[in-house]
């Protein structure tokens, strides 16, 4: 099996004794997620890359505290993410999620997707809109689960919250925003 | 209801792939590494710098009691010119020596050969149990005590003596000279060459020590008896044969 990439317990138990080329790969690997668990806190793509590089040394510092075999991304976002809480907290400023510029597949002759199929520009904006106004315990939770696509176990652990939790604010959020949508949004 | 509720979530993802996500740089791998390896760095650069502070401190130590007060600054020059360094050390090691690194076995004849300074025998003592030659230019006798006499030619070998802090040193008047009695807690006796390598280490557990030199001769007397013990012994030292 040679040229086979390593496991990622491997590449955890490698940095662990000092293999910086190993934990690149773990960069790598987990790299594109944890920069956008990063933007749904801080709003900025300059300090999301920032808060991301050093929550990837922070991670790395403290791997001698992951239980091995345990699942590692979740782990490793639960620091991205407190990195970022971090850099608000002191920065005490915030930015709206943007929409890509040229996003709207009716404007932009791409093809659309399922989805965006019948998602107009205007409603993508209204629908951001109602998400950046729900209380901030339902905005992290549906962020986490629809935004970034998470499992509720996945969500559980990054945002340090029981997943009996997730659960009840993911309910309880889609209401909210159901309501602030109106009937037009199932 | 459960149609409603999945096109919700369904637009919420459609939302989600329209928002304007961060990439990460192509530099973000290779500067989390290069942060890796220069933390890395660091630490062993600390490691490093504590180790050296630790030896920073040990010779502090030995320079403090050689150069500051007037009467350890003539000790200090005793010392040095017996041969001698102190350092402090926080404690000795537990394990009872089973040699005393004394040398080999010799004759008294043997011995006599052995240096260029006239040997000298203390009357009080009686014939020893056991003579050493004791280095390139020393030799060391021992009678059951225990008691330890070395005289020695100061060469380019040191002898590096550790205390810990609450061995009492006490600076005597000896042959005509300044001397120095060290007594209480046990300390190690390491004899370093002129680089400050080890050559030899012996601790002696349950001894007190009196240095001093005469006639350019170091000597050095380890017994478990005290002080007045010491000088009686000094005082029926003579010119051996």
């Known amino acids: 099996m040679e040229g086979r990439p390593l496991e990622e317990n491997d590449l955890i138990e490698r940095s662990s004794d000092g293999d910086a080329v190993a934990f690149a790969q773990l960069v790598r690997a987990h790299q594109e997620m944890a920069i956008r668990v990063a933007y749904l806190v801080v709003r900025d793509h300059a300090e999301a890359e920032d808060v991301t590089q050093d929550a990837f040394v922070k991670a790395h510092g403290a791997l001698d505290r992951f239980r091995p075999g345990s699942p590692f991304r979740p782990w490793l976002l639960q620091i991205v993410r407190n990195e970022a809480l971090n850099r608000v907290r002191s920065s005490k400023r915030r930015q709206r999620l943007a929409l890509r510029e040229g996003s709207d597949p009716v404007t932009s002759g791409a093809a659309p997707s399922p989805e965006t199929e019948v998602v107009s520009s205007d409603e993508r904006t209204r629908v951001l809109a109602a998400i950046e106004a729900l209380p901030e315990r339902y905005r992290a939770v549906l962020g986490h689960r629809f935004l970034l696509e998470m499992s509720e176990q996945e969500t559980a652990v990054t945002l340090g919250i029981p997943p009996g939790t997730v659960k009840s604010r993911t309910a309880r959020g889609l209401q909210r925003l159901r309501r602030e949508l109106g009937e037009d949004f199932g | ?241």
Request: charged share 25%; no cysteine.
């Open chain 2, 1 to 241: 209801m459960t149609h409603e509720r999945r096109n919700l979530e369904m637009l919420l993802v459609a939302v989600a792939g329209q928002i304007d996500w961060p990439e990460p740089s192509p530099q973000l791998e290779e500067r989390v590494r290069s942060r890796i390896e220069a933390d890395a760095t660091d630490l062993r650069r600390r490691k490093s710098r504590r180790w050296i502070a630790a030896m920073v401190a040990a010779s502090t130590l030995v320079l403090i009691l050689v150069v500051f007060p007037t009467t350890r600054h003539a000790i200090g020059d005793l010392l040095t010119e017996a041969g001698v360094r102190i350092g402090v050390i926080d404690e000795i090691p537990t394990d009872t020596p089973t040699d005393l690194g004394l040398g080999d076995e010799a004759t008294l004849a043997e011995a006599i050969e052995h240096v260029s300074f006239t040997l000298r025998l203390p009357d009080a003592l009686g014939p020893p149990d056991g003579i050493h030659r004791d280095g390139e230019n020393g030799v060391s006798m021992y009678w059951d005590g225990p008691i330890v006499l070395t005289q020695r030619s100061p060469s380019r070998i040191y002898a590096e003596k550790r205390l810990v802090a609450d061995t009492d040193m006490i600076e005597v008047t000896i042959e005509g000279g300044l001397g120095l009695w060290i007594e209480g807690a046990p300390h190690e006796f390491t004899l370093v060459d002129g680089d400050g390598d080890p050559i030899e280490v012996t601790t002696r557990l349950a001894a007190n020590v009196l240095l001093w030199q005469t006639a350019g001769i170091d000597h050095r007397l380890e017994l478990t008896g005290d002080l007045d013990d010491a000088m009686a012994i000094v005082d029926s030292m003579n010119e051996g044969g």
